[in-house]
């Protein structure tokens, strides 16, 4: 079956304008979540979607970061006033269920760059 | 905080040696994972270690869970070209909801 696919697979973007980043999941995962790579840092963990439940957003690193998942499927992480830091790969994962007992199936990841 | 240590941080060999890349932590994990990304793409799970004092196989390469489960070790034998990529330990957060990553290992093998 399909896997997780990411969209756009590369964004460039001037400081201080708002960025939108896809992700459509595996079918059927209830379990989703969005992770940074940067250069050097590893992949830092930024939100976790679960079924109905409350997101837990505790690795947004700012205000200027969001995210949603509608119908429990598609994902949007919006970037707004983008910053010369927020240049990373942005990865999406999803899984059947919590993240360190179920194996975490990610996408391509967006690289962002922003100028 | 649970932070994840992976060294070395890059690595460069020649087909047929033998590597070891290790992943230490002082807090316990109930579980650590180890994953394998290549070049413009995602991570791809290679094994989860559950158990303290574990060891499980995948063809060449060899994982040990420490007894204490702080650590693991990813041991590969008789390196390939097609080993070439970045490894990366992963093991669950407190609140169950995400994985904590180390930095990663670049492995390069050369024929």
């Known amino acids: 079956g399909a896997g997780v696919s990411q969209s756009p697979s590369n964004k460039v973007t001037e400081k201080g304008k708002d960025v939108e980043l896809r992700c459509d999941p595996i079918?059927?995962?209830?379990?989703l979540y969005w992770y940074r790579q940067s250069l050097g840092q590893g992949l830092e963990f930024l939100i976790y979607?679960?079924?109905?439940?409350?997101?837990?957003k505790s690795g947004l690193p700012s205000d200027r970061f969001s995210a949603e998942r509608t119908g429990g499927s598609v994902s949007t992480l919006t970037i707004q006033r983008t910053q010369q830091e927020d240049s990373a790969v942005y990865l999406c994962?999803?899984?059947?269920?919590?993240?360190?007992?179920?194996?975490?199936?990610f996408g391509p990841g967006t690289r962002l760059t922003v100028t | 905080t649970q932070l994840l240590e992976q060294s070395p941080q890059f690595l460069s060999i020649q087909e047929g040696e033998n590597l070891t890349v290790y992943c230490n932590s002082s807090?316990?994990?109930?579980?650590l994972q180890w994953y394998r990304q290549e070049p413009g793409e995602g991570p791809v799970l290679l094994v989860t270690?559950?158990?303290?004092?574990e060891v499980k196989k995948l063809k060449r390469l060899t994982f040990q869970f420490g007894d204490a489960r702080k650590d693991s070790s990813l041991h590969i034998t008789a390196a390939q070209p097609g080993d070439t990529g970045l490894y990366l330990c992963?093991?669950?957060?407190?609140?169950?909801?995400?994985?904590?990553f180390g930095k990663g290992t670049t492995l390069s093998v050369s024929s």
């Open positions: 979607f679960q079924g109905n439940s409350a997101p837990d």
């Open positions: 807090s316990v994990f109930s579980s």
């Open positions: 270690v559950v158990t303290g004092g």
């Open positions: 994962a999803s899984s059947q269920g919590a993240a360190s007992n179920y194996e975490q199936y």
């Open positions: 992963a093991g669950g957060n407190q609140a169950g909801t995400a994985l904590i």
């Open positions: 079918s059927g995962h209830t379990a």
